[in-house]
């Protein structure tokens, strides 16, 4: 069975910092993109980053460059999402995902990010 | 960025009823390689967003045959044959043909 489990959320002050962690379990985690998407309260979904199986292409949303930094590491099976000077509106429900060829096949439960001071 | 609009937006139903979502982007979503990475995700209360619909039609393992996904190039549409006490939530259609990824703002499905 795929698990995806996000934690590393919390409350930071803006200016603060903050490291998500995704661990996988149930499938080959090197051979499958992974993604973060987020959610504020009572919002849409909005793509946050992406990485590939092999972590040498990374992709993010024009609001997080520059902020944000995924990662992964296969032999731990784990993704992650360090993110940087962050703002009120990067308060949100924080999401990972797996999948490849265009697709995220399954999703973590989340991890909640509050920043305020 | 290619810009995903749903509509309705919400979307009372009887249970037993037919629904329909229509998602429609803002450019063709047909990628280099020929497919075209539209995929269609439910967000249930206090559940893990869940894959339905990938590649415009493809159901996803363990996804009800009531669900069904059908459309082409800009204009895709969702459909729950016979919707269900368990279906109520909110439905996302999200493209994945291009970075960034978007998704449109959401369908909420509820019983009347």
């Known amino acids: 069975e795929v698990q995806l489990v996000e934690s590393g959320g919390g409350l930071v002050q803006p200016g603060g910092s903050l490291r998500l962690s995704c661990a996988a379990s149930?499938?080959?985690?090197?051979?499958?993109?992974m993604t973060w998407v987020r959610q504020a309260p009572e919002k849409g979904l909005e793509w946050v980053s992406a990485?590939?199986?092999?972590?040498?292409?990374?992709y993010y949303a024009d609001s997080v460059k520059g902020r944000f930094t995924i990662s992964r590491d296969n032999s731990k099976n784990t993704v992650y999402l360090q993110m940087n000077s962050l703002r009120a509106e990067d308060a949100a429900v924080y999401y990972c995902?797996?999948?490849?060829?265009?697709?995220?096949?399954?999703w973590g439960q989340g991890t909640l990010v509050t920043v305020s001071s | 960025d290619i810009v995903m609009t749903q509509t309705p937006l919400s979307s009372p139903v009887t249970l037993g009823q037919p629904a329909s979502i229509s998602c429609r982007s803002s450019?063709?979503?047909?990628?280099?390689?020929?497919?075209?990475?539209l995929s269609w995700l439910q967000q249930r209360p206090g559940q893990p967003l869940r894959l339905l619909i990938y590649?415009?039609?493809n159901r996803f393992s363990g996804v009800p045959d009531r669900f069904s996904g059908s459309g082409a190039g800009t204009d895709f549409t969702l459909k729950i044959s016979r919707v269900e006490a368990e279906d109520v939530g909110v439905y996302y259609c999200?493209?994945?043909?291009?970075?960034?990824?978007?998704f449109g703002q959401g369908t909420k499905v509820e019983i009347k």
């Open positions: 995902g797996s999948g490849g060829s265009g697709t995220y096949y399954n």
């Open positions: 450019q063709s979503l047909v990628h280099s390689d020929g497919n075209t990475y």
């Open positions: 999200m493209q994945a043909t291009q970075f960034p990824r978007t």
């Open positions: 990485i590939s199986g092999s972590g040498g292409n990374t």
């Open positions: 590649k415009i039609s």
């Open positions: 149930g499938f080959t985690f090197s051979s499958y993109a």
